[in-house]
């Protein structure tokens, strides 16, 4: 059972820059798959990033540029460093692992193992 637990949430001005870190325990496939989601109140659950045991990472349209996303194999950590942030970033993150490989993962559903979430506030 892969158990996930995000952290670094918090509250930042607009411009600023917060770093999320997930940590990722248990069994993972050797082909995984992690991801960042997010969900503001009142939308839908999306993707912002994606990396797979390659390190291949793919980001979001709204992101790309602002967002990096990181993996420490050694410790098994995801981090998702946020810069530049925006009012419009605000919402629950939630680090996943997908049940595949992320060449077919592309929606929440295709990931099965979830973070409880942090919360990422920004105010203008």
């Known amino acids: 059972q892969v158990q996930l637990a995000e952290s670094g949430g918090g509250s930042a001005q607009a411009g600023g820059s917060l770093r999320l870190s997930c940590a990722v325990s248990?069994?993972?496939?050797?082909?995984?798959?992690l991801g960042w989601f997010r969900q503001a109140p009142g939308k839908e659950r999306e993707e912002v990033a994606a990396?797979?045991?390659?390190?291949?990472?793919r980001y979001s349209d709204s992101v790309k540029g602002r967002f990096t996303l990181s993996k420490d194999d050694a410790e098994n950590i995801l981090y998702l460093q946020m810069d530049s942030l925006s009012p419009e970033d605000t919402a629950m993150y939630y680090c996943?692992?997908?049940?595949?490989?992320?060449?077919?993962?592309?929606?929440?559903?295709?990931?099965?193992?979830w973070g409880q979430g942090t919360q990422v506030t920004v105010s203008s």
């Open positions: 996943a692992e997908a049940y595949y490989s992320c060449a077919i993962s592309h929606s929440s559903a295709d990931f099965g193992y």
């Open positions: 990396i797979d045991d390659k390190g291949a990472t």
């Open positions: 248990g069994y993972t496939y050797s082909s995984y798959c």
